[in-house]
């Protein structure tokens, strides 16, 4: 929705708002749009439907819009200023009101409270006016939604083209890494295992020496425990032989 300022009043309007300001303000020479800061004397601003922010204006190609979601109420207000815009699609009956209605800030968006509303304000008590109305409005939105789904779907059809595009490519790329590190670590294993084996080798080399060394020191001590024993046992065998020589003198 687009806003003006009055430059007389500086008070803020919105598009359908600034015809019945101009009749009534007396310094009303001209409106300036609050998004894109651009003047518009005379009915110059009935033409102005879409602008550009100052963001866009100053950053030129580097500006990258911020996707902006509206609350239900501000899409509601939206319908209502598009109907107010295409009302010569109405009954003529209903085009005056609807401009009328065009003129008033949040309009309902429920049935109930819409009728309470337009009684209030434009004080019609007539039933089949107010539904007319509201059956105008619903159009409305019936056909911007389907219009910003088919806009929205616009963007997501060429993201899968460009993916479609792309896909065979990331495969490639993902499986040549895969390969490449499968690869890796198969050499990695490899290393590890002969490093393995090399230690082991030079543990037997340096072990079995000391292990052959022991073993020898183990039999010589053998031998002379063998030869002690059997000294203590010629000894003790003469002492009992020399006892009974004693006993027989």
């Avoid at 651009?38 to 009935?46: H, I, K, L, M, Q």
């Avoid at 008590?125 to 910003?148: C, G, H, R, T, V």
Wanted: with cysteine; proline share 2%.
């Amino acid at each position: 929705m687009v806003y003006f300022v009055c430059e007389g009043c500086n008070e803020t309007l919105k598009k359908n708002q600034v015809d019945k300001h101009a009749g009534r303000c007396r310094v009303c020479a001209a409106v300036t749009c609050v998004d894109c800061s651009v003047t518009f004397y005379g009915n110059d601003y009935a033409e102005h439907v879409t602008c550009v922010s100052e963001a866009e204006k100053y950053e030129g190609n580097l500006y990258k819009a911020k996707a902006v979601k509206k609350n239900p109420q501000e899409i509601w207000n939206d319908v209502v200023e598009k109907a107010v815009e295409r009302r010569a699609e109405g009954s003529k009956a209903v085009q005056p009101l609807l401009v009328r209605l065009g003129e008033l800030s949040n309009v309902p968006r429920q049935k109930k409270k819409f009728d309470n509303f337009i009684k209030n304000s434009l004080r019609l008590f007539q039933p089949d006016m107010i539904e007319q109305m509201w059956a105008f409005l619903e159009k409305i939105k019936a056909e911007s939604a389907a219009s910003a789904e088919s806009a929205a779907s616009a963007p997501a059809i060429e993201n899968v083209v460009e993916e479609k595009g792309t896909s065979k490519n990331a495969a490639d790329e993902y499986a040549e890494a895969e390969k490449n590190r499968s690869t890796k670590d198969e050499n990695k294993k490899k290393k590890e295992k002969k490093e393995k084996k090399e230690k082991k080798r030079k543990a037997e080399k340096v072990v079995g020496p000391v292990v052959e060394e022991a073993a020898e020191d183990a039999e010589e001590v053998e031998i002379q425990e063998k030869k002690r024993r059997k000294k203590e046992k010629k000894e003790k065998k003469q002492g009992k032989k020399a006892k009974r020589i004693e006993g027989m003198n």
